[in-house]
Nanobody, 121 residues
Framework: QVQLVESGGGLVQAGGSLRLSCRAS????????AAWYRQAPGRQRELVAT???????TYVDSVKGRFTISRDGAKNTVYLQMDSLIPEDTAVYYC???????????????WGQGTQVTVSL
C-alpha cells in the first residue's frame, strides 16, 4: 500500500548536476529516516547519504561537499541534489525510507525502484 517513486535520473556530462526525488505515496502516515543508496556496475551497493526525521544528515566521504540530501515532510519526499558530478558517480540510485502507515502501530522500510545516473566525460 506504500510505494516510493523515484525520478530525476539521466545522462549528464562531468561537472553537471542532477536532482533526484523520492516521493512516498499510498497510506503514508509518517516518514521517519530516509537514505539514498547507489550501485555501480561490478560494485557493491553503497550507502550515499542519510537524513533523519529531524533533518540531520550524513554522507559517504566520496560525495561530501558535492551531494546534499534533504526532505519535505509535508510532501513525503526526499531529495538528493548532486553537483560537480564525476564519472565515478555513475550508478543506479535507490531511495530507502522508514514509513509508518495509518492504523498500524509499527513502521517498515521501503525501497524505490531505482533511477539510472550516468556521468560522461
Amino acid at each position: 500500500q506504500v510505494q516510493l517513486v523515484e525520478s530525476g535520473g539521466g545522462l549528464v556530462q562531468a561537472g553537471g548536476s542532477l536532482r533526484l526525488s523520492c516521493r512516498a505515496s499510498g497510506n503514508v502516515y509518517l516518514m521517519n529516516g530516509a537514505a539514498w543508496y547507489r550501485q555501480a556496475p561490478g560494485r557493491q551497493r553503497e550507502l550515499v547519504a542519510t537524513i533523519s526525521r529531524f533533518g540531520r544528515t550524513t554522507y559517504v566521504d566520496s560525495v561530501k561537499g558535492r551531494f546534499t540530501i534533504s526532505r519535505d515532510g509535508a510532501k513525503n519526499t526526499v531529495y538528493l541534489q548532486m553537483d560537480s558530478l564525476i564519472p565515478e558517480d555513475t550508478a543506479v540510485y535507490y531511495c530507502n525510507a522508514d514509513i509508518m502507515q495509518e492504523s498500524l502501530g509499527f513502521s517498515d522500510q521501503y525501497w524505490g525502484q531505482g533511477t539510472q545516473v550516468t556521468v560522461s566525460l
